[in-house]
């Protein structure tokens, strides 16, 4: 562990993922005033998460870096190797309720009854999801304008998404379930039950509720990772390729909702 002071580390952990939930927080409750959805409008009032979310990442990105020497990133070339595994199962995890719902003879529906009653569905996973973040709303397909929505869409979630909020779950939070007074004592991955409950519980409060299930499977392979390679690379790349993966998923089978 570097030898940095204790506030700094706090800050270089904790704020660029209290900066991004901001971020998240502002289009969530100020989604409606941005927002103007009229013919007339342009692409930055009919769609603001065009914008929104690539600012949101810059910023976050640019925080990550401004404290990137108070972080303990020990990149090991076998621990991120198993980040890669345990992404791609973790993911797979995630995705298997809809995978396999959508390939059932009648669908979904047939088994599980109308989405209008969605308790139960949820609780498996189980949605449609077809609307959420597509740049192909208000750009072109294929256009400069549309490869540049989508590329800082991937790189929010494959590059920022990963740092801000490992940092936070599994660099800090963890840390400071296990001593709550000196965090910055406790080795990375030092397990504890009430700082596997703590930060996955939380892990998955902070997604959609039909993803709770998996959110709760992924942060247990997440926290797994963490205390069996004690490595916080190898939960950064686990969130990278699962992330990546998951915008694949939603773009191949326009899913937009689940990412």
Same mark, same amino acid.
């Given at each position: 562990?570097?030898?940095?002071?204790?506030?700094?580390? %706090?800050?270089?952990?904790?704020?660029?993922?209290?900066?991004?939930?901001?971020? %998240?927080?502002?289009?969530?409750?100020?989604?409606?005033?941005?927002?103007?959805? *009229?013919?007339?409008?342009?692409?930055?009032?009919?769609?603001?998460?065009?914008?929104?979310?690539?600012?949101?990442?810059?910023?976050?990105?640019?925080?990550?870096?401004?404290?990137?020497?108070?972080?303990?990133?020990?990149?090991?070339?076998?621990?991120?190797?198993?980040?890669?595994?345990?992404?791609?199962?973790?993911?797979?995890?995630?995705?298997?309720?809809?995978?396999?719902?959508?390939?059932?003879?009648?669908?979904?529906?047939?088994?599980?009854?109308?989405?209008?009653?969605?308790?139960?569905?949820?609780?498996?996973?189980?949605?449609?999801?077809?609307?959420?973040?597509?740049?192909?709303?208000?750009?072109?397909?294929?256009?400069?304008?549309?490869?540049?929505?989508?590329?800082?869409?991937?790189?929010?979630?494959?590059?920022?998404?990963?740092?801000?909020?490992?940092?936070?779950?599994?660099?800090?939070?963890?840390?400071?379930?296990?001593?709550?007074?000196?965090?910055?004592?406790?080795?990375?991955?030092?397990? %504890?039950?009430?700082?596997?409950?703590?930060? %996955?519980?939380?892990?998955?409060?902070? *997604?959609?509720?039909?993803?709770?299930?998996?959110?709760?499977?992924?942060?247990?392979?997440?926290?797994?990772?963490?205390?069996?390679?004690?490595?916080?690379?190898?939960?950064?790349?686990? *969130?990278?390729?699962?992330?990546?993966?998951?915008?694949?998923?939603?773009?191949?089978?326009?899913?937009?909702?689940?990412?």
């Amino acid at each position: 562990m570097n030898s940095v002071p204790e506030a700094l580390k %706090t800050r270089a952990y904790v704020a660029p993922f209290a900066v991004f939930m901001g971020f %998240t927080l502002l289009w969530q409750f100020g989604g409606p005033f941005l927002e103007w959805d *009229h013919p007339a409008a342009a692409w930055w009032r009919r769609a603001p998460e065009q914008w929104l979310y690539p600012v949101q990442a810059i910023v976050c990105f640019a925080l990550v870096i401004w404290w990137r020497k108070a972080i303990d990133w020990d990149w090991k070339w076998k621990p991120a190797a198993w980040g890669i595994l345990f992404g791609v199962l973790g993911i797979l995890c995630w995705l298997a309720p809809t995978m396999a719902a959508d390939r059932l003879p009648g669908g979904p529906d047939a088994w599980f009854g109308h989405p209008s009653w969605p308790w139960y569905r949820y609780l498996l996973g189980i949605d449609a999801r077809p609307e959420g973040f597509n740049p192909g709303v208000v750009f072109s397909p294929d256009s400069w304008s549309w490869l540049a929505a989508l590329a800082l869409r991937f790189f929010r979630a494959v590059v920022v998404v990963a740092l801000v909020e490992e940092l936070f779950w599994r660099g800090y939070l963890m840390r400071l379930m296990v001593n709550l007074d000196h965090p910055w004592k406790v080795p990375f991955g030092t397990n %504890t039950w009430k700082a596997y409950w703590v930060t %996955t519980l939380c892990f998955m409060a902070v *997604h959609q509720p039909v993803d709770y299930c998996g959110a709760f499977i992924y942060g247990s392979l997440a926290y797994l990772l963490a205390v069996w390679q004690k490595n916080l690379c190898a939960v950064i790349i686990m *969130h990278a390729v699962a992330n990546a993966l998951l915008g694949w998923a939603a773009l191949e089978w326009g899913k937009y909702g689940l990412w």
